[in-house]
């Protein structure tokens, strides 16, 4: 994931499509280049360039709250 404050220089265009809308602890959002992974438990946003970073991303996320939730 980027770290930096230019981080949404990844991201243009318009919206296309939110992905994982069920889940509860994150979901990714499309748009025309680059993806933005929605943290829904802390309500952070961190956006990355392609779409298996976005997935990988979203998967640790859930792995770590599944996890904490099974404590």
């Known amino acids: 994931p980027v770290c930096c404050d230019n981080a949404y220089d990844l991201i243009s265009g318009s919206e296309k499509k939110e992905y994982y809308t069920r889940s509860p602890w994150a979901t990714i959002t499309a748009y025309d280049r680059g993806f933005v992974v929605n943290n829904l438990v802390t309500g952070s946003h961190h956006p ?12 640790e996320l859930k792995n770590r709250y599944i996890a904490i939730s099974n404590f």
């Open 48 to 59: 990355v360039a392609t779409w298996k970073e976005a997935a990988e991303l979203r998967s």
